[in-house]
């Protein structure tokens, strides 16, 4: 079993900077893919980022290609998502997730834990 517990979020004005971290309690974090998924309001949870279980590999979601990155730390069991040049249509609440595979792609049904989600708004 594997707990995530997302941090990072907040308020912040267009063209802003937010770090998210994920922290993930369970000895088997370094031997999974990660992913980054955000919902808003009235909105399906979409993909947006993802990360190989040595982080070599990395996927983002084109909305986000240039503007975020996702990294990993497995030595801390955790995983982040930097946020630049952030837009008021960023504004959701995102999720860290995890896979028990070593490679994830943009299906939220191949993750299988979630973490309880952070909530980022981005003011115009």
């Known amino acids: 079993q594997v707990q995530l517990v997302e941090s990072g979020g907040g308020l912040v004005q267009a063209g802003g900077s937010l770090r998210l971290s994920c922290a993930a309690s369970?000895?088997?974090?370094?031997?999974?893919?990660m992913g980054w998924f955000r919902q808003a309001p009235g909105k399906e949870r979409e993909f947006v980022a993802a990360?190989?279980?040595?982080?070599?590999?990395?996927t983002y979601a084109d909305f986000v290609k240039g503007r975020f990155t996702i990294s990993r730390d497995n030595a801390k069991s955790t995983v982040y998502l930097q946020m630049n040049s952030l837009k008021p249509e960023d504004t959701a609440v995102y999720y860290c997730?995890?896979?028990?595979?070593?490679?994830?792609?943009?299906?939220?049904?191949?993750?299988?834990?979630w973490g309880q989600g952070t909530q980022v708004t981005v003011s115009s």
């Open positions: 997730a995890a896979a028990k595979t070593r490679y994830s792609g943009s299906s939220r049904y191949e993750y299988d834990y």
């Open positions: 369970g000895r088997s974090f370094s031997s999974y893919a």
């Open positions: 990360i190989s279980w040595t982080g070599a590999r990395t």
